[in-house]
């Protein structure tokens, strides 16, 4: 008897532990629906992985799909992009081939580093056919994505930057909005705002001195993947910052959620954030309206854009439906309905033909009856490229906190001593190269 | 042979027990263990074919300035906050063990309290109490004081993520103190009564030298506690401002699941793991010389 117990207490625990770590080699499951000769036995399941704004677009391609496949279902969960990037990370790194989804949304900036670590995990997009969509979006966009030739990921909605100022602020420190066309402007005009009783703007974070850069196109890399801070248009940005500090135009009493209480005169908006503002900050509802960014010079080779963000769409490589992924990817970033719902949500389609789309022209009462979405849709066009890698995300980290943070703490050192200092700390963390002038 | 091995005897009985904790442990346990000890020598990123690099991660890491700074912080978070919490710590012990004070069950509820908040909702509640626009600036505000910006200067930053250690961890060891107090011999006071020694003679006198091992084993513990330190300043300032708040544990998260260098991560928390057992051991040496 006290052997069968304990033979059978064995096997109990022996067959928990292979439950364990076995549970990848099913050929059927949750997630396919197809058995393994890929036949139907039972209703499609699509899981998608995105986040809450994103939510109308999805069910829109999700019901236009069932359309025509009625036995195909797409559940979608909702999770914020760390939550993803953590989640997607873990699963791969583990080897985990189940529960995962065959649909993610990912931020722009995350999508090289996920390619470069993890190869194999994506879907090839160009081996399906989305090669033929490659004129429908610009150059930058599509090489954001890509990697060694091919396409992995259906580009979704980019972030156009631009400046929300308060008129009514501005008129009682009668500073015309019109004048503000280079930071310059902007430092002049400090005093007056400060004057009225108002802050300018909010402590710049990485959102405003990455558009710093990108306006005067440069950025963290070059095109080479070279540390490319001490590129003489960079130093020209940060200091360009260590002087609107100095000014108070970048104010670090100020906060950005005081944007929304009507006491902060400007901010550096994306086009996302836009859209989600104008649901909430009613205070400030048909005080505001969109102005292109302040140059750092109004001289050639310097703009008034910026991009900071934007999502696409992964299929994952354990997906047992990539054929319906794929179908639902291409309705979500080339379907026209789909796009004019994304835009009212405030998600500017990557796609450039729904630049015909009717929506593009409404005037919005929020902005003064301004017709933003064509205003944002003419800033992305001057949009100078950013170079993104597998080490972006430690490059913006050491940005922030060996540029940004000391900037606004009040240091004595200069713009070139602080970039030579951040591209040394770089170099020693990436290994690569820093272009020296 | 084989049937005599599977036989429960009173010899054999003990292993029949352990073996499910050591089997779970085997595969949940040591073998991450071992597993991280290989790619510590390994340039182990994401999952692409690696290659075996030597001490390259170690040595790389004691010439990494971010990791040398987050050692730095750690030990100046831990100045900040371990004397001031331990003392702390036996003082509230040291009070609700007397028989004179009032509500004591209630008081020993209402300080532990903060050991089971979540350790996110009470971040979170410290970032509206300090952040530049939190309600500690807007009563400075109210008042005509300047406000401060606690989150903004990495020395400021220091001490916000000391206190919050502090708020959470003495009622912790208020409580292994207060049971270590009840185990002291109450003839002890009684006679130091009798002789005329005062409370704080008492406290410095009797209870702190029987506490000696308690208070090791708590200092310990808050070593242990510090260098693993990571969702309050993950959650508070990101390790920020200018890398003030950058603990070990925040780079070896950021270095594995930002960068997804697995390799580089496993030695610096081999590093971590080291220090922790180095620093342990120097502790029960001094503590058995002592004794």
New interface residues.
Partial sequence: M??LI?CL??LI?ILS?IGCGSGNNDATDDNGGKDAQGTDTKAEKVLVWAWDQNLPVIDYAKTKYKELYPNVNAEVVVQSVPDT??KL??F??SGVGTDLPDLVLMDNNRIQ?FL??????FVNLSELGFDEYETSFSKAHWELLSYEGSIYAFPFDIAPLMMQMNTEILEAAGVDPQSLKTWEDVIAATQAINGAGYAVQA?FENREVFALLQSAGVGIYDKAGNIDLLNPKVVEAIDMFIRLQKAKASD????A??VGEGTVTMAIKPAWAIGEDMAVLKKIEGKVKLYPLPKIKDEKGYTSSANHGGSSFFILETSKVKDIAYEIGKIITTDMEAQDIALAEGLMPGYLPASALDSFNNEVPYYQGQKIWALLNESAIDTLPVYIN??Y??GE?IV???II??I??GTDKTAEVLLKEAAD?LA??TGRTVNEY | MKKSC???TSETAPY?FM??GA?LFA?FGAYPIIQTFIYSFQNK????DSTFIGLGNYIRAF????FLTSLKNILVIFIMHAPVMIFLSLILAYILNLSTTKFRKGFRTAFFLPNVTNAVAYTFMFKLLL???GILNQVLDMIGLQ?I?WL???FMAKWVVSIMIIWRWAGYNMVIFLAAMQNINVHLYEAAAIDGASNTQKFFKITIPLLKNTIFFTTIMTISGTLNLFAETQLLTN??????T?VPALLIY?VA????N?GYASALSYIIAIITILIAVIQFNIGREKD
């Fill in positions: 006290k052997k304990v207490l064995s625990l532990l990037v953590d990370s873990v791969f790194s580093a470069q670590q993890f190869p194999d995990k402590q670090k009493t100020a906060s959620s005081e597998e080490h995300a430690i980290d922030a906190n060996t943070h000391p606004a703490s700390l020693s963390q | 599977l036989k429960i029949y073996a499910p089997i595969v990123m994401g999952t692409r010439e990494d300035s971010i952040s530049n626009d406000q910006q903004s200067d990495p390790g920020g401002p200018n890398y003030g950058y950021n699941w930002k960068q997804f697995f």
